[in-house]
């Protein structure tokens, strides 16, 4: 058995016996709305497959077993995650259609896969025998769809991720690119350790550009003297009605 398996059935075995209460209120349910959806709906749904979100969320594997209260939903995560499979294994989910049919849109039960043994497989399901979570002995054919594999959805997973250099312990990795030739790199680095993030690189040529027009502005430029605020009006002779004002002083103007 996978580690995921085992830490989810860890959770579920300790949840064996427990009842649902009057009116189909479940902590399971309450759960999921609260949590998951935030509708007061689920307080009161058929909880087979809330009761393994839950679990799974305990036991810190969701990302790799999915949260769901609708079981053909479910089925259909694995089966887009390359988990889906025809035969059991401890650990695994395993899908129901007490119609008989074998197609995942009929799927109206989900449990776990505890133990195999020959044609049967050992179970624990929730909602069972309308009101309990119990462990259940099923037939291999008995109306079972497909399995779900947790330990699958983690290994494809592992398959995509990038991986990096390792640092020393307790130290964060930064990756960073390769800066072009003849160009100039600059990133962007996080302090908690997150991944650097590249800014795009100025070539040379432009920055040189840059600071010759900014040195010839900084030539150009002379400072105004200070006027208490007014601004000198261009004529020399001054308007009717403008007193305290100065005339203008051609040498303190700005060209």
Not at 215 to 234: E, I, L, N, S
Request: overall charge positive; glycine content about 12%; charged content about 25%.
């Amino acid at each position: 058995m996978d580690r995921i398996g085992e830490k989810l059935l860890d959770v579920a075995v300790g949840q064996l016996g427990y009842r649902e209460r009057p009116g189909q209120h479940t902590k399971f349910g309450h759960w999921y709305a609260a949590s998951v959806v935030r509708d007061p709906q689920y307080r009161t749904a058929p909880w087979c497959d809330m009761f393994i979100a839950w679990a799974a969320e305990r036991a810190g594997v969701e990302e790799y077993v999915g949260r769901f209260a609708w079981t053909p939903s479910h089925a259909r995560w694995f089966e887009t995650n390359g988990a889906w499979s025809a035969e059991p294994e401890p650990g695994a989910l395993v899908f129901f259609d007490w119609r008989g049919g074998d197609d995942i849109k009929g799927i109206d039960h989900v449990g776990i896969v505890e133990r195999v043994e020959g044609g049967t497989i050992h179970t624990i399901e929730a909602n069972v025998d309308r009101v309990w979570l119990r462990r259940k002995v099923r037939d291999r054919d008995e109306k079972i769809v497909g399995y779900g594999l947790p330990g699958k959805v983690a290994e494809n997973l592992s398959r995509v991720s990038v991986p990096v250099e390792e640092a020393p312990a307790g130290r964060p990795v930064e990756v960073r690119p390769s800066p072009a030739s003849g160009a100039l790199a600059l990133t962007l680095s996080d302090d908690a350790g997150g991944s650097s993030a590249p800014l795009e690189p100025a070539p040379l040529a432009v920055l040189a550009v840059l600071a010759l027009g900014w040195a010839v502005a900084a030539a150009r430029w002379r400072p105004r003297p200070a006027t208490g605020g007014r601004h000198r009006r261009r004529g020399g002779r001054r308007r009717p009605g403008a007193r305290g004002r100065t005339r203008r002083n051609p040498e303190l103007m700005i060209r």
